[in-house]
């Protein structure tokens, strides 16, 4: 279907904080429910609906990219740790290992608990690295210390702007923009 390839729209609450991503059928309902207080970027995605029985013509809404939601406020915004995932957690490691320091294709890469485990380490973002099988074979079920293996970064949890960025394979560079500056400015170079 043509209309599931077009590209989500970015969702601010009234504040102009990043909300999350919207298919643009949410997005048009907001559109025809008034519900979008205001627009950011460049109009880029063109929804075609109807004929007009009387003019014969189709009409078109010129669907903004990012778009602020009447109602939407912060408070209502996720404050949980985005969702652990080995796609999410590649991403976030740019699919270098953490030990060795090499660039891997995603299938050659592993979640590797840098508190293993089998010794109490939990399953949080920031008990996790991105490791290549070599190296999470190697380390085994020790700590970095036990396994002279040293980190090359310390895992955190991604911010809420951070977390977008990785739930969306095809950001518009407009949108791009946007969530960078909601980046902690330590890790705005990585993106
Ligand atoms: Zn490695």
Redesign the pocket.
């Known amino acids: 279907m043509e209309q599931t390839s077009k590209p989500l729209i970015l969702a601010l609450d009234n504040g102009g904080h990043p909300m999350g991503w919207l298919p643009w059928q949410d997005a048009v309902r907001l559109y025809a429910r008034e519900e979008i207080v205001w627009v950011l970027g460049k109009p880029a995605v063109v929804i075609r609906g109807g004929t007009n029985r009387l003019t014969g013509l189709r009409s078109e809404l010129a669907m903004h990219t990012i778009v602020a939601v009447r109602g939407a406020d912060s408070r209502r915004r996720r404050i949980t740790a985005p969702g652990l995932t080995n796609r999410a957690l590649f991403q976030r490691d740019h699919q270098h290992?953490?030990?060795?320091?090499?660039r891997?294709p995603i299938s050659l890469l592993t979640r590797d608990h840098v508190k293993p485990r089998s010794l109490g380490g939990g399953d949080s973002w920031k008990n996790v690295v991105t490791?290549?099988?070599?190296?999470?074979t190697?380390k085994g079920n020790q700590t970095p210390e036990q396994a002279r293996m040293p980190l090359l970064a310390v895992p955190y949890v991604p911010s809420h702007a951070e977390y977008l960025i990785l739930a969306n394979r095809r950001i518009l560079a407009d949108q791009m923009e946007f969530l960078r500056m909601h980046v902690p400015r330590k890790r705005r170079h990585l993106l």
């Open positions: 290992c953490m030990y060795c320091g090499d891997f490791a290549c099988r070599a190296c999470n190697r």
